[in-house]
Nanobody
Framework: QAQLVESGGGLVQPGGSLRLSCTASGRIFTTMGWYRQAPGKQRELVARITSGGVTNLADSVKGRFTISRDNAENTVYLQMNSLKPEDTAVYYC????????????WGQGTQVTVSS
């Protein structure tokens, strides 16, 4: 069964850094990535990366966040630098695998709070 395990969230001051990790198991995954959801807002894409290393980042995090992936370990990382209060949200790991169609798997979510 496909499963994602996240780690790395927490409380950080504005301008600080955090790194999120997500390890997947149970399937061969194609695209992996991170989404976030702030209170009262819809879940939005933060960054994603294909198995070939092609990345896609939201405009709001370009230049501050980096996504990377270790295919051998089935792990995706989100390095978050220069964090802002508006980055505060629950961050969800997402991974896709293919049967007949693409199937989405979600992690349980990890809280990131940026506050002084």
């Amino acid at each position: 069964q496909a499963q994602l395990v996240e780690s790395g969230g927490g409380l950080v001051q504005p301008g600080g850094s955090l790194r999120l990790s997500c390890t997947a198991s149970g399937r061969i995954f194609t695209t992996m990535g991170w989404y976030r959801q702030a209170p009262g807002k819809q879940r939005e894409l933060v960054a994603r990366i294909t198995s070939g290393g092609v990345t896609n980042l939201a405009d709001s995090v370009k230049g501050r966040f980096t996504i990377s992936r270790d295919n051998a370990e089935n792990t995706v990382y989100l390095q978050m630098n220069s964090l802002k209060p508006e980055d505060t949200a629950v961050y969800y790991c997402n991974a896709q695998y293919r049967l007949i169609s693409l199937i989405d798997v979600w992690g349980q979510g990890t809280q990131v709070t940026v506050s002084s």
